[in-house]
């Protein structure tokens, strides 16, 4: 089966740095994906990493070592409206994702 | 409309009602998806669409039954459910590619409720 990991909450500081890991051991790996959901709302993408590296856009950053089966999302400058779910989610074929159970964070002023 | 809708967004049912929820995607997608997302749980794919036609059922009971009459529509069919059967029911749409699918387009969801 597929093994998702990653915290179920955080708390950080308006203008400060948040760094979300997630581990997976999954069947298979076609790129990972980093969705955010607030509260009563519909998951929304946020990035994709097929390749180990950095990908940045804007204030959002995200890894991937696929060797270690490891990534992180950062988040820098936060905001208030960045409190929400953070849910990172492994394609292990063409299309069908699996989901970790998400990390709360909560940013305080 | 655009992006993906999802109707009803709030359900109250009994236990040996029938309901159906509906989706629509606005976004020329070729591929939809049935997702249950219970509280402090990871989202559970349910059911994968691709051409209109089925090819992912993850085990899910009977009492859940899906249709896909064309690529923007998909219907949740529901019958006699379970307390435990109530969630965010979860609907998104991608565009599978031969290189693999692009993000997935979630709906807003609808929120269940057995009684």
């Known amino acids: 089966g597929q093994n998702i990991d990653q915290p179920t909450e955080m708390t950080a500081t308006e203008g400060a740095i948040v760094q979300i890991n997630c581990t997976y051991q999954t069947s298979g790996f076609n790129g990972l994906f980093w969705y955010q959901q607030h509260a009563g709302e519909a998951p929304t993408f946020l990035s994709y990493?097929?390749?180990?590296g950095l990908e940045e856009k804007g204030r959002f950053s995200s890894f991937l070592s696929r060797s270690k089966g490891y990534s992180y999302l950062l988040l820098k400058e936060l905001q208030m409206k960045d409190s929400a779910s953070y849910l990172c989610?492994?394609?292990?074929?063409?299309?069908?994702?699996?989901f970790g159970a998400g990390t709360t964070v909560t940013v305080r002023a | 409309e655009t992006g993906v809708t999802q109707t009803p967004r709030h359900l109250v049912m009994g236990m040996t009602n029938k309901k159906s929820l509906k989706c629509e995607q606005h976004l020329g997608h070729n591929a939809m998806y049935w997702y249950k997302q219970s509280a402090k749980k990871p989202l559970e794919l349910m059911f994968v669409?691709?051409?209109?036609?089925?090819?992912e059922n993850n085990s899910v009971p009977s009492r859940f039954s899906p249709e896909c009459p064309n690529s923007s529509h998909l219907f949740l069919h529901l019958h006699t459910l379970q307390p435990e059967d109530s969630a965010l029911y979860l609907c998104a749409s991608s565009q599978v590619l031969a290189s693999g699918s692009d993000e997935q387009f979630f709906g807003p969801g609808t929120r269940l409720t057995v009684l």
């Open positions: 669409y691709n051409f209109k036609e089925q090819t």
């Open positions: 990493n097929v390749l180990d």
């Open positions: 989610a492994v394609r292990d074929g063409d299309y069908k994702l699996s």
